[in-house]
């Protein structure tokens, strides 16, 4: 049983900063891909920025330069560190994780979602 939570969620002014974490637990063998998605009232869901196993990271067009992602050093966190925020950010953030498992000698992949969290950016 694997499972992601999040934490970071709030109210910030336009033009703050907030960061956003999530951790993986249970019993994991590897984690592949992780990254973090968002959805606005009206809007379909939509990438904000992902990073690989190996470090290469993807941001959103709309993101890119104000956000960062980053893994920790035990790879079971992916952080999202937000500046310069804008009310155009405002949206319910999902962490996602690809994560392997081991179970009877084979390996298992899961697709996880965090609970989401929600972001709130006042003008």
């Known amino acids: 049983q694997v499972q992601l939570v999040e934490s970071g969620g709030g109210t910030v002014q336009a033009g703050g900063s907030q960061g956003l974490s999530c951790e993986a637990s249970?019993?994991?063998?590897?984690?592949?891909?992780m990254g973090w998605y968002r959805q606005a009232p009206g809007k379909q869901r939509e990438l904000v920025a992902s990073i690989s196993s190996r470090l290469h990271t993807n941001y959103a067009e709309s993101v890119k330069g104000r956000f960062t992602i980053s893994r920790d050093n035990a790879r079971n966190t992916v952080n999202l560190h937000m500046d310069n925020l804008k009310p155009e950010d405002t949206a319910v953030y999902y962490c996602h994780a690809v994560v392997k498992t081991l179970q009877l000698d084979q390996l298992h992949e899961w697709d996880l979602w965090g609970q989401g969290t929600q972001v709130t950016v006042s003008s």
């Open positions: 249970g019993s994991i063998y590897s984690i592949n891909d």
